[in-house]
DNA sequence: TAAAATCCTATTGATTTAGTTGGAATTAAA
DNA sequence: TTTAATTCCAACTAAATCAATAGGATTTTA
């Protein structure tokens, strides 16, 4: 039940371009400096953010990311479910599901995905660069 | 951020055993015809249960695992971190995290894990079994 | 004594993770 | 118009983890 790197570093990503978000683009290389990982498996997870429409880009010289909407619109859970394969805690889920019998334990793993689900997206990312969630 | 089988079969297992709390022992192998795995290999998971005080075993012919507590007083937390490791999300939790500067998301890691575990300990083997978290 | 069961330890093939490598395409400034 | 800075794209790889498999040793009842 491990998040993977990924979803570290990618959060940590999105917690500086929130931070920077009046400010303007910061480019991978500046992002990886704060993360604490290499430029190109930044990339690798800024590509995933990109895709899932969390952060824009800009390219060639001058370029970077910012975030595509505001801190106070962006969740913890858009951003963890673009970079961790929407967060899903087994593969065997509803409908979908290949058990001959169903699974006893289903209901079990519906209603913590959703709990799960619904506390990250009950975080934004401006709640977080304001501290609101330490208490 | 997947569970691993394990926790699907020892679930499983556990929910078995709670159906035959009142009625005795069941054996590695009718549970492992029940769970969908090989004995070997659950074998191995209810020695976590077993370490875990939440199923105690009878060696020997007529042996077998029972529930150590209730299926009233047996949580599926309980039953998750034994065979998950404890459920840990991530590694670098709390006072032990060695990264160089504190992670400023590990707010977020903190509080997830605290969600989760109140969940999963909300939910206990008899309320499964009596179908009350099907809605 | 034999059968049925748990207990213990080591090994293994497949998959996933956390990168690395090598460039192509785009853009702004000189 | 060249150069430097940047994102974008795709393939590869070493290490770790997962999901078993394998081979017994030990304990208990009939």
């Known amino acids: ?3 993977s790197v990924k979803a570290k ?4 990503a999105c917690i500086n371009l929130a931070e920077n978000y009046e400010k303007g683009n910061l480019t991978v290389s500046q992002l990886s400096g704060k993360v604490g ?3 190109k498996f930044l990339e690798q997870i800024m590509a995933m953010l990109k895709k899932a429409d969390i952060v824009s880009s800009t390219r060639g010289a001058f370029g970077g990311y910012t975030l595509t909407q505001s801190p106070k619109q962006t969740t913890v859970g858009q951003i963890l479910r ?3 394969d929407n967060l899903q805690i087994i593969d065997c889920m509803g409908a979908e599901c290949k058990c001959q019998e169903p699974c006893s334990s289903q ?3 519906v209603s913590l995905q959703k709990t799960i689900n619904d506390y990250l997206d009950s975080i934004t990312l401006d709640s977080l660069i304001k501290g609101e969630n330490n208490g």
Chains 1, 2 share one sequence.
């Open 1 to 3: 039940m491990k998040l």
């Open 9 to 12: 570093y990618g959060l940590t």
């Open 37 to 39: 990982t290499t430029d």
């Open 82 to 84: 673009a970079v961790e």
């Open 107 to 109: 209901v079990v793993w």
